[in-house]
């Protein structure tokens, strides 16, 4: 939905919600008020750099269940779970289901803030991440299908020259092939070759 760099504070205590915004606010983070998980979940789609502060005990889809629709939907914004005391199990739930924080009831102002501002900043760093990723895999599709046969096979540890035999070509059109997939790839080494194949899940074929 928002594509600035938003915080998204679900509490169903009002008081407790607009108390956050207002903080989130003066520290320029803009905000966005929700009273309830499926208010959250009815937004649809949350695009752009954010994160999530989430109350644990709420009414119909508490925090923990809130993330695990999250995760359903794929969602990549960095949660922030705020949880009253003796919540410490939920609290850890919460960080098993991946929330990046956790912060007590009654809170501080810079406790809270602080934990925000850490989950933007790993918000930026996973779509920072999911760019670079999808510049690799564009980058693997212009692989030529023959290339990605010789790619195929050099990732299954096969020496140029095997790969030249059973491809009836020349171990010179092999070197030719690996120094386009370099290329194309920008990969600088062998080492960063087979990283990205990996990142970007990169198929093997059995040969």
Not at 60 to 81: D, F, K, Q, S, Y
Request: net charge negative; aromatic share 4%.
């Amino acid at each position: 939905m928002a594509r600035e760099v938003l915080v998204y504070v679900v509490d169903d205590d009002e008081a407790v919600r607009k108390s956050i915004c207002w903080l989130m606010h003066s520290a320029d983070h803009p905000a966005l008020g929700l009273a309830s998980a499926a208010e959250l979940l009815a937004l649809g789609p949350l695009e752009g750099e954010g994160c999530i502060v989430t109350d644990v005990r709420m009414p119909g889809l508490n925090g923990l269940e809130l993330m695990a629709a999250l995760a359903e939907r794929g969602t990549i914004l960095p949660v922030v779970v705020i949880t009253a005391h003796g919540d410490i199990r939920m609290a850890v739930e919460a960080m098993k289901l991946g929330a990046l924080d956790f912060v007590e009831k009654p809170f501080e102002e810079k406790a809270l803030l602080a934990a925000v501002e850490n989950a933007l900043g790993e918000s930026r760093r996973r779509r920072e991440t999911l760019s670079a990723d999808a510049d690799a895999r564009r980058r693997f599709a212009t692989l030529s299908p023959r290339e990605t046969e010789v790619l195929e096979m050099i990732l299954a540890g096969k020496p140029n020259r095997r790969v030249a035999e059973e491809l009836a070509i020349s171990e010179k059109t092999v070197e030719v092939h690996r120094a386009h997939i370099m290329e194309k790839t920008g990969a600088g080494s062998f080492a960063e070759l087979v990283t990205r194949a990996v990142q970007t899940g990169f198929s093997r074929r059995k040969a």
